[in-house]
């Protein structure tokens, strides 16, 4: 099974509320990963986890979090929504060495 | 900093008509470099990647060599089909591949 789970697929948030964004995969990946995914724009990275040790992008540092409570879940974590987080989620795993990445089918998120 | 620059969309063809959708891209290092489809509904998924300079990569017909002295990656397919209709993005890795950086995507849409 090389799939990678998002949960939720829609989520509507308002301005200031926390959103919690969830990602699993069964592949035993040690690396995981979240891109934010705007309109006419390219994937952008926003954090890592390589096994228990989180990377995160310097201009996204401040505004999301992330867990990794075992191996195969991760979460994205932001504590106050602002109408510049709407976009899609896009989660994605990886072996080591292996180059590829698998991703999830999104999370899209509107904040209102 | 590492860029990829890709073709912009939305693109749209007959079935039957060939396909290029140039990427260029900007490293410091020796990449890997990696073509995505995205189709509606899912997350991206590999196409196919070519780790080393003046190699080919193909899948499903589709196929794009590395050149590395024009810095470019172009996909190409000789006929498109209807359910060639999608979402391609060009990416590239460094290093230990922990990474990945893509373009903005190009939207392929195929009529009959």
């Known amino acids: 099974d090389t799939t990678v789970k998002q949960n939720p697929r829609y989520k509507l948030a308002r301005v200031g509320k926390p959103v919690n964004l969830i990602c699993s995969q069964t592949?035993?990946?040690?690396?995981m990963y979240w891109y934010q995914k705007k309109p006419n724009q390219a994937p952008k990275l926003l954090l890592f986890?390589?096994?228990?040790?989180?990377?995160r992008e310097a201009d996204t540092f401040e505004k999301f979090q992330s867990s990794r409570p075992n191996n195969s879940f991760c979460s994205l974590y932001i504590g106050s929504a602002g109408l510049e987080y709407s976009a899609m989620y896009l989660c994605a795993s990886s072996s080591p060495g292996g180059f590829e990445q698998y991703f999830g089918p999104g999370t899209r998120l509107t904040v209102l | 900093g590492d860029s990829v620059t890709q073709t912009e969309g939305p693109v749209t063809l007959s079935e039957g008509t060939s396909l290029t959708v140039n990427c260029s891209y900007e490293?410091?290092?020796?990449?890997?470099l990696f073509w995505y489809v995205q189709y509606p509904g899912e997350g991206p998924q590999l196409l196919f990647k070519v780790p080393k300079a003046n190699e080919k990569g193909s899948n499903r017909g589709f196929e794009a060599t590395y050149n590395k002295e024009a810095t470019s990656f172009h996909l190409q397919k000789a006929s498109v089909q209807e359910s060639d209709s999608a979402v391609y993005y060009c990416?590239?890795?460094?290093?230990?591949?922990?990474?990945?950086?893509f373009g903005t995507g190009t939207k392929l849409q195929v009529v009959p």
């Open positions: 986890y390589y096994d228990k040790i989180l990377n």
């Open positions: 490293t410091k290092q020796y990449p890997t």
């Open positions: 990416a590239l890795s460094e290093g230990s591949g922990t990474y990945q950086r």
């Open positions: 592949m035993n990946h040690d690396t």
